[in-house]
């Protein structure tokens, strides 16, 4: 069985189709997830909802009116949660950093913490052992035991640095999205409060209506309602908000908010400077990405666009000097 898998992987015709089989199944794919993935904005007030009973919960028995703690947060799985308290990974494993990086990429309460603990240790040991087994039983590439002892630990390193990118990833994807559609959210948060509104009904107004263009921006704001709602200090739950989503522009807001919870400073005026502000960040970046794109499309013009054009007005040249030789 190991030597047919051997010869399997070592054959190129086979690795070709191999690769094109998983290139076919990653456009359907592609193709299909967006179909399925129904109402996420539901999904996400859902799970703000839960967080915002938990905060309650957690509010009410730090001042003594309930004994018994109420949670509608999942709890981690009993076998996650069984290897990180034996192995005490959250001793030598879990981080402030590491933390922070959860609830800014929106994975918040113990579930998460323990499965991030739980793949920060499964994945480099996953991950030497293929490549351990790789190496040395289908395949050693023609190297010596050293070179392929090195593959495995270089294979352990990415294992270890996996769960981290994959975190960076999942960062930076929603920063994007909210910074894409924070300007608007300013302009409809300055709008409430002109009106009159309180900044705890504007946040619940703005959570609403900017769902449709930015999903995890309603969800921070949602939460930071809740927090509003039930943490005893207000500036708390903006200086959340401001690490949640690490953003310049969340962080000048709260700042504007935090000021004039203190000293009772003019609320729109501030909103209106910071949302102008923001306008202009998001039309300079939009600037920068079309002005980095003739550099960025010279070399597939070269590759791909103008040996194309050079054979379409050459051919019939060539084809009508062979005729007449």
């Known amino acids: 069985m190991i030597s047919l898998i051997a010869e399997k992987m070592t054959d190129s015709q086979f690795l070709l189709a191999l690769l094109v089989a998983i290139a076919a199944a990653a456009t359907v794919l592609t193709i299909a997830i967006p179909l399925t993935e129904g109402n996420s904005l539901h999904k996400r007030m859902k799970s703000v909802a839960t967080e915002r009973e938990k905060i309650r919960a957690r509010e009410r028995e730090r001042l003594g009116r309930q004994k018994d703690r109420v949670s509608l947060r999942q709890e981690p799985k009993e076998f996650m949660r069984r290897i990180v308290d034996q192995l005490k990974l959250g001793d030598w494993l879990g981080t402030e950093t590491a933390k922070k990086q959860l609830a800014m990429a929106g994975y918040r309460g113990q579930q998460a913490e323990v499965g991030f603990l739980f793949f920060r240790l499964v994945a480099p040991i996953a991950c030497m052992l293929f490549t351990a087994f790789y190496v040395f039983t289908i395949n050693d590439f023609g190297q010596s035991v050293t070179i392929r002892i090195a593959m495995a630990i270089a294979a352990a390193y990415l294992g270890i ?18 910074k894409l559609a924070f300007p608007d959210a300013l302009d409809l948060l ?82 209106r400077t910071l949302s102008q502000e923001s306008r202009d960040q998001r039309m300079m970046l939009a600037e920068k990405k079309a002005a980095s794109l003739p550099p960025k499309l010279t070399v597939p013009m070269i590759l791909f666009f103008l040996p194309v054009l050079f054979v379409i007005i050459m051919t019939p040249a060539l084809v009508q000097v062979f005729k007449w030789e």
């Open 161 to 178: 640095k996996a769960p981290e990118i994959f975190l960076s990833n999942q960062i930076g994807k929603r920063q994007a999205s909210m």
């Open 190 to 271: 300055l709008i409430c409060v002109e009106s009159g509104m309180s900044i705890e009904l504007a946040f619940r107004k703005v959570s609403t209506e900017i769902g449709g263009q930015s999903v995890p921006l309603a969800e921070e704001f949602a939460l930071c309602t809740a927090e509003l709602s039930y943490l005893t200090e207000r500036r708390q739950a903006y200086e959340n908000l401001t690490q949640r989503t690490g953003l310049e522009g969340v962080k000048s807001v709260s700042t504007a908010l935090i000021q004039a919870e203190r000293y009772g400073t003019p609320l729109g005026t501030a909103l």
